[in-house]
């Protein structure tokens, strides 16, 4: 139900956007977030989206330089990627769960929905 794409290798200080396509009644009802997990730690929320898009959340590293955002006309949450650094290389995952509520929940256990992974590496 979710696809992700977008990974790449790039450069420290580079760029990258992220995409997770959807359905439309998944796109609709749910929050869709992006996790990410690095080898060796454990899966780890980086931004998420509400249902309508009023309210986004970001782990505290990435406020400033990721940004979270929504095309209703194509079902497709995006994660813009700035200022890339190597501590950011991690295979990075969409997630959705159901909800009415404009909130955003950041622990993986919350999802039920999940993509694939796409892998991001920043070379330093």
């Known amino acids: 139900q979710l696809q992700a794409s977008g990974g790449g290798l790039v450069q420290a200080g580079g760029s990258l956007r992220l995409s997770c396509a959807t359905s439309r009644s998944t796109f609709s009802d749910n929050v869709i977030s992006w996790f990410r997990q690095a080898p060796g730690k454990e899966r780890q929320f980086v931004a998420g989206i509400s249902r309508t898009g009023r309210k986004v959340a970001y782990v505290e590293d990435a406020k400033g330089r990721f940004t979270i955002s929504r095309d209703v006309a194509k079902n497709t949450v995006y994660l813009q990627m700035n200022g890339l650094r190597s501590e950011d290389t991690a295979v990075y995952y969409c997630?959705?769960?159901?909800?009415?509520?404009?909130?955003?929940?950041?622990?993986?256990?919350?999802?039920?929905?999940w993509g694939q992974g796409t892998q991001v590496t920043v070379s330093s």
């Open positions: 997630a959705a769960y159901l909800s009415g509520r404009e909130t955003v929940r950041g622990s993986p256990n919350e999802y039920t929905y």
